[in-house]
Structures are given as structure tokens and as C-alpha cells.
Nanobody, 123 residues
Framework: QVQLVESGGDSVQAGGSLRLSCAIS????????MAWFRQVVGKEREGVAV???????VYADSVKGRFTVSRDNAKNILYLEMNNLKPDDSAMYYC?????????????????WGQGTQVTVSS
């Protein structure tokens, strides 16, 4: 059974930075594609960034140039480095793993999900 545990969420001022982490267990990170999504209450969950196991990362247009996804396969951890944060980046951030096909940035493309970590950006 694959488990994902996110951490690193916090409250920051606009323009600040955060790094989120997602620890995966039950499966080697090296063999799976993993992604970050975010969701605001009342809105659909949206894809943010994907770390693909055999290809270059994928980013949502809204975060390109500000967010960087990376991984440490030895530690089985996925990261999301977020810079120049904006109030619109405020959301619950979720980690997802094991791509099942389709659009990389859609929720239906992943089998496993974490519980989320909250990011709040104030102006």
C-alpha cells in the first residue's frame, strides 16, 4: 500500500518562499511519477507540477518560473520549491503518485493521494 505524507505548509507574506515535502512509502519513488496539486475550498483541485519518472517536469502555467518540483529518490521524498508566492497560491497542497494515464495535471491521472498541507499567502 502506497502512502503519501505532505509537510512544509505554512503562512507567509506575498513574495516569500516555502518548500513542501512529500514522503512516499510502500513504493520506491524512483519508479513512479509524482505530482503536486492544490485546492481551495469550493473549487476544483488543480494540478501544479509533476515530477515524471522518465521525463522532464510539467508545470501549470500559473506557477511556471516560480515553482520548482524535484525529488530525492534515495530518501523517497518529492519536493515543491515555491518562490515569489502570491495570495492566489493559498490553498491546500496535495501530493499524488503513480500515474495511470491521461493528462499529467488532472486528478484522475493518479492512483494515490496524501492528506494535504495548507499554504496561506497574505498580501
Amino acid at each position: 500500500q502506497v502512502q503519501l505524507v505532505e509537510s512544509g505548509g505554512d503562512s507567509v507574506q506575498a513574495g516569500g518562499s516555502l518548500r513542501l515535502s512529500c514522503a512516499i512509502s510502500g513504493r520506491s519513488a524512483r519508479s513512479v511519477s509524482m505530482a503536486w496539486f492544490r485546492q481551495v475550498v469550493g473549487k476544483e483541485r488543480e494540478g501544479v507540477a509533476v515530477s515524471r519518472s522518465t521525463d522532464s517536469p510539467v508545470y501549470a502555467d500559473s506557477v511556471k518560473g516560480r515553482f520548482t518540483v524535484s525529488r530525492d529518490n534515495a530518501k523517497n521524498i518529492l519536493y515543491l520549491e515555491m518562490n515569489n508566492l502570491k495570495p492566489d497560491d493559498s490553498a491546500m497542497y496535495y501530493c499524488a503518485a503513480l500515474f495511470r494515464g491521461g493528462d499529467w495535471l488532472t486528478t484522475g491521472a493518479y492512483y494515490y493521494w496524501g492528506q494535504g498541507t495548507q499554504v496561506t499567502v497574505s498580501s
